[in-house]
């Protein structure tokens, strides 16, 4: 059976919601610092992030208020997210964070099919490899701009974050699992969202220098 009950259902949007407003950040910060195919890869990266959480979290929130048990919801989970985290990963290869030479690019676009099978390990090893690079690349970033609060946030977030992905490995629908979960989640989503402003806001410092 499963232990989720309202105000477990109703905070696990919190931290999918702190995910959408550290992505905004650092959409803002890497549009005039990507190629258009970057961009578009990685924003369409981040959405389908977002989206996977707020699919699971809606699934939940329609279970526990016992208005259905829609699982394709919840089935959609992994294969959506570590999808998401691929297409950011490939899109942040090679970003420099300097601003990008010329403004005339080639127009992209890509078709994207998402697979759903039964098994979890390909889309977790998907996902723990996307978050390596996402988080890495942020990193990266941060020091090279000596901004060590900046990288010691999304370092959080990217430890944060695999063991969120050990948790969901590992995971026995028991109440105490499920609120470890949220609370590991919100953890990583607050270093990430505070990792983005941060960031954006150095970008923002040295465009006005410039």
Request: glycine share 6%.
């Amino acid at each position: 059976m499963l232990e989720w009950n309202l105000p477990l259902a109703l905070l696990d949007i919190v931290p999918v919601a702190l995910f959408f407003l550290g992505c905004i950040e650092l959409m803002k910060a890497f549009y005039p610092r990507m190629t258009q195919a970057q961009y578009t890869l990685f924003a369409s990266g981040g959405t389908m992030i977002f989206l996977a959480g707020m699919l699971k979290a809606v699934w939940k929130l329609l279970l526990v208020m016992r208005i259905c048990d829609y699982s394709m919801l919840s089935d959609a989970f992994f294969p959506v997210q570590s999808t998401g985290f691929v297409l950011t990963a490939v899109s942040m290869a090679g970003i420099t964070g300097k601003k990008k030479k010329t403004s005339e690019e080639k127009s992209f676009s890509a078709l994207l099919a998402v697979p759903l099978v039964e098994t979890k390990l390909p889309f977790i090893i998907l996902t723990f490899m996307g978050t390596t690079v996402f988080y890495g690349t942020l990193m990266i970033l941060s020091f090279r701009r000596k901004a060590k609060l900046t990288a010691v946030f999304f370092i959080g977030a990217y430890i944060f974050s695999v063991m969120q992905i050990f948790l969901a490995v590992k995971f026995d629908n028991s109440s105490v699992m499920n609120w470890m979960a949220e609370f590991v989640n919100l953890l990583a989503q607050a270093c990430m969202v505070s990792g983005a402003f941060s960031l954006h806001k150095s970008f923002k410092r040295e465009e006005q220098v410039a």
